[in-house]
């Protein structure tokens, strides 16, 4: 039986993954940055108390932090889901809290897992699609998006623009280089595969500690057509998203699949509009009279050209459809809703 390493357990994509690698017959050892998010995770999810083991990790830029886990277990697999996020209060330098972090949480890790963890056979790591694009207009048209593709903004512009989402689209994409320039001149025993998701949508699996003022940003956008934050359906901020679950399996699958060796693949790229997303919203019937009215915007957006066919194929994936995803997700937040009013 395969055991796991995950980071970021208590994460929207950490729980997920978890999900799907019990599911996958995997023992799982999990990493959190707080004590008390033990606690919480076990709580909520007690059916997993068997196959999940919580450790802290309170600094995952410390090699020698990873040199004591990797020297405690005998690891199969990697899952890095933690990393930096775009929203935190305080943090808006662009080398402090952007750079420095997404490069070293990838190399730190990378790095004791070559010289500590010689029975690791394969990392997967989520990336985002923002290390591609910030997905304006003008760089959607300049062409179809591709696993070849990069962020077109130099660190130099990303600390000129002073800008929080520019710093995180350039921190992604520069921890991912890192990542790769490591893979091409350390050769570790291990591959690795990084994901290159959108905007990722379903219903939230980790601890809600502030209940709905706990979500994370996509699950708040969807919250955000029938809480009557919107009157009209708001402009689409990325045309283009992935089912979470569909997410945390391709990364499980990833680890077992020797065709993704090395690869950063793309993942979904269907087109997308908040239209389209609250036309699906209106199929279920509890969210009647509580979604925001036409605005035209599903006109004037920019449709996403992804070129993610080949990199689906490649792993067998089959997704959920947009209806099945806005169901499932509106069911969870009316659950949270129904909770809080109680």
Not at 68 to 97: C, M, N, S, W
Not at 291 to 303: F, N, Q, V, Y
Request: charged fraction near 25%; proline fraction near 6%.
């Amino acid at each position: 039986m395969p055991r796991t390493l995950l980071t970021g357990a208590n994460s929207f994509v950490g729980a997920h993954v978890i999900n799907s690698l019990i599911d996958a017959g995997h023992d799982v050892v999990g990493t959190v940055r707080r004590e008390n998010l033990v606690g919480d995770i076990l709580t909520l999810h007690p059916e997993w108390k068997d196959k999940l083991e919580l450790i802290v990790v309170k600094n995952y830029t410390d090699e020698s932090v990873w040199d004591q886990v990797f020297g405690k277990y005998h690891f199969d697999h990697v899952v890095h889901v933690a990393a930096p996020l775009v929203d935190i209060p305080g943090e808006t330098d662009y080398d402090r809290d952007f750079l420095t972090p997404n490069v070293e949480n990838n190399l730190a890790l990378l790095r004791s897992a070559k010289r500590s963890a010689p029975t690791v056979k394969s990392i997967a790591v989520t990336g985002s699609i923002n290390a591609s694009t910030t997905g304006s207009p003008e760089e959607l048209l300049a062409g179809p998006l591709t696993n070849e593709t990069w962020l077109p903004i130099t660190r130099e512009q990303a600390r000129e623009a002073n800008n929080n989402y520019v710093s995180y689209c350039s921190g992604k994409k520069e921890g991912e280089l890192a990542l790769w320039d490591f893979v091409k001149n350390e050769n570790p025993h291990f591959y690795v595969t990084v994901f290159l998701p959108a905007l990722i949508f379903g219903p939230p699996l980790q601890p809600l500690p502030k209940g709905l003022a706990s979500l994370n940003y996509s699950i708040n956008v969807i919250y955000s057509f029938f809480s009557g934050t919107n009157e009209t359906i708001p402009a689409t901020t990325f045309p283009s998203f992935v089912d979470v679950r569909d997410l945390a399996d391709a990364h499980v699958k990833a680890l077992t699949t020797p065709a993704a060796a090395n690869k950063r693949l793309l993942i979904n790229g269907k087109p997308m509009s908040y239209t389209a997303l609250v036309h699906a919203l209106a199929k279920v019937p509890e969210l009647a009279g509580r979604l925001p009215a036409e605005s035209g915007e599903d006109a004037k957006i920019t449709p996403a050209r992804i070129e993610a066919e080949a990199d689906n194929e490649l792993l067998g994936l089959k997704f959920r459809s947009v209806e099945e995803t806005m169901a499932d997700t509106a069911k969870k937040i009316l659950e949270l809703e129904k909770a809080e009013k109680a």
